[in-house]
Antibody
Framework: QITLKESGPTLVKPTQTLTLTCTFS??????????VGWIRQPPGKALEWLAL???????LYSPSLKSSLTITKDPSKNQVVLTMTNMDPVDTATYYC?????????????????WGQGTLVTVSS | QSVLTQPPSVSAAPGQKVTISCSGS????????VSWYQQLPGTAPKLLIY???KRPSGIPDRFSGSKSGTSATLGITGLQTGDEADYYC???????????FGGGTKLTVL
């Protein structure tokens, strides 16, 4: 059974750095074809793809946020960490991590089949 | 503004059928698989359809997916009040080098 859970601060101040941890079970991030991604959702708005890390440590970032995002994995701890610098009130959102399946045909991300419950992060002074 | 375009809302009566469209381009839907997610109020998204038309284990066959060119469609038959949710399409965009989601469609079962 695959489960994921996000953890981190619920409130950060503008310009601060946000660090979120995704702790997962039921799969290994060393297994070929597996990835973990981060997606966020501002209140009342749509999903936004942020970043993902593959089993082989390849990483992909949203081009619009690339300069502020860093994703790392620690397979031994079954964790993936996302850091986001220079937080702004527009970054207020629920942040989800999710298990990703790789698309070998198209050599690209395929789909997110398991999601964490999400964690609401508010950016305010 | 989302790269993938969905209608903001759709509605239908219990027991009826509804379709939700997702329009993209050759850099995303036209050259990659589409997945669909259901987000019940206050919960995380749940995978409904992957690979354009495949259902994960446990998803009833009332839910179906199809694709033609640069557009995809989610179909739901035998609507139930429990189907009231937001539905999102998603895929990979080669030009933007980013995963993309639609703006979401709110389904109301009248």
């Amino acid at each position: 059974q695959i489960t994921l859970k996000e953890s981190g601060p619920t409130l950060v101040k503008p310009t601060q750095t946000l660090t979120l941890t995704c702790t997962f079970s039921g799969f290994s991030l060393s297994t070929s074809g597996v990835g973990v991604g981060w997606i966020r959702q501002p209140p009342g708005k749509a999903l936004e793809w942020l970043a993902l890390v593959y089993w082989n440590d390849n990483k992909l970032y949203s081009p619009s946020l690339k300069s502020s995002l860093t994703i790392t994995k620690d397979p031994s701890k079954n964790q993936v960490v996302l850091t986001m610098t220079n937080m702004d009130p527009v970054d207020t959102a629920t942040y989800y991590c999710a298990h990703l399946v790789y698309n070998w045909n198209y050599r690209s991300p395929y789909y997110f089949d398991y999601w964490g419950q999400g964690t609401l992060v508010t950016v305010s002074s | 503004q989302s790269v993938l375009t969905q209608p903001p809302s759709v509605s239908a009566a219990p027991g009826q059928k509804v379709t939700i469209s997702c329009s993209g381009s050759s850099s995303n839907i036209g050259n990659n698989y589409v997945s669909w997610y259901q987000q019940l109020p206050g919960t995380a998204p749940k995978l409904l359809i992957y690979g354009d038309n495949k259902r994960p284990s446990g998803i009833p066959d009332r839910f179906s997916g199809s694709k033609s060119g640069t557009s995809a469609t989610l179909g739901i038959t035998g609507l139930q009040t429990g189907d009231e949710a937001d539905y999102y399409c998603g895929t990979w965009d080669y030009s933007l080098s980013v995963g993309v989601f639609g703006g979401g469609t709110k389904l109301t079962v009248l």
